[in-house]
């Protein structure tokens, strides 16, 4: 759902509590590279940007639907993790980016998400 700035979210997602929730959830870490997070915000403890500032971390809905804040659609990720998410494009049921061939992220699994093998990976299969 869009209002033609982007993704418009329910009333529930504005008051912050949702996001909180997740970040609890994932136990304050980025759940793709696990960075740690201050418990009270979503900056990180330690990881910063060349010009000194802090990386933010974000509750990113999985299938792309801003209306869909079930905890099986909301993963919580640094700000690189979610770039490169995002940047994959990735949804459920999809084929995993080759980039992950070799390493599932554990938030898929962790949800049960369905997602399909990269079709290069069956080069390698014995014969």
């Not at 990881?47 to 802090?54: L, V």
Request: aromatic share 10%; glycine share 8%.
């Amino acid at each position: 759902m869009t209002n033609g700035r982007g993704p418009t979210y329910p009333a529930e997602w504005s008051d912050g509590q949702i996001q909180a929730e997740v970040r609890t959830l994932a136990q304050h870490r980025c759940e793709q590279c696990g960075m740690a997070f201050r418990i009270d915000t979503n900056m990180a403890v330690s990881a910063r940007h060349p010009d000194g500032r802090p990386v933010l971390g974000a509750v990113h809905h999985i299938d792309y639907n801003t209306a869909n804040n079930t905890y099986r659609n909301l993963v919580f990720l640094c700000q690189n993790c979610h770039a490169q998410v995002t940047g994959f494009g990735w949804r459920p049921g999809d084929v995993i980016p080759l980039a992950w061939k070799d390493n599932v992220p554990a938030w898929i699994t962790a949800r049960n998400l369905p997602y399909q093998d990269h079709p290069q990976l069956r080069l390698f299969d014995e014969e």
